[in-house]
């Protein structure tokens, strides 16, 4: 490709930015309910901040803007599997100590399972 067709980092960039937003606001085949939120808005906003930080980077460096990614994303699979976790290991010593779960509190956690499900299929 000739240095006057190369895509810069503003088109990189731009290409990619609402990607994710579009699959937020998709609903689901299930109900017609919005996908739920993985995280906390705070949390989430960290993550894309950063990672529109690593692709700004990538026209300049793309070995390392690689690996910067594949670190954030393995970090961002890791904070999700252990608020599953969290989640999941609550339920289990409510249940062990003989609490009654309420079914709102399984419902909530059923969706957020069918949120990240469908996410990671749609992937």
């Given at each position: 490709?000739?240095?006057?067709?190369?895509?810069?980092?503003?088109?990189?960039?731009?290409?990619?930015?609402?990607?994710?937003?579009?699959?937020?606001?998709?609903?689901?085949?299930?109900?017609?309910?919005?996908?739920?939120?993985?995280?906390?808005?705070?949390?989430?906003?960290?993550?894309?901040?950063?990672?529109?930080?690593?692709?700004?980077?990538?026209?300049?460096?793309?070995?390392?803007?690689?690996?910067?990614?594949?670190?954030?994303?393995?970090?961002?699979?890791?904070?999700?599997?252990?608020?599953?976790?969290?989640?999941?290991?609550?339920?289990?010593?409510?249940?062990?100590?003989g609490d009654d779960v309420s079914t709102e509190d399984?419902?909530?956690?059923?969706?957020?399972?069918?949120?990240?499900?469908?996410?990671?299929?749609?992937?």
């Amino acid at each position: 490709m000739t240095d006057d067709r190369r895509m810069t980092t503003a088109d990189f960039i731009g290409q990619h930015d609402t990607d994710s937003d579009r699959a937020l606001a998709r609903d689901d085949d299930a109900g017609g309910e919005r996908l739920e939120a993985l995280l906390p808005a705070d949390r989430s906003e960290d993550y894309r901040s950063r990672w529109n930080d690593l692709q700004a980077q990538f026209v300049d460096e793309p070995r390392e803007t690689v690996a910067t990614a594949d670190a954030l994303v393995a970090e961002l699979m890791q904070e999700l599997a252990s608020g599953f976790n969290d989640a999941r290991t609550r339920l289990e010593e409510q249940w062990s100590r003989g609490d009654d779960v309420s079914t709102e509190d399984l419902r909530l956690a059923l969706q957020r399972y069918r949120s990240f499900f469908e996410r990671l299929l749609a992937a």
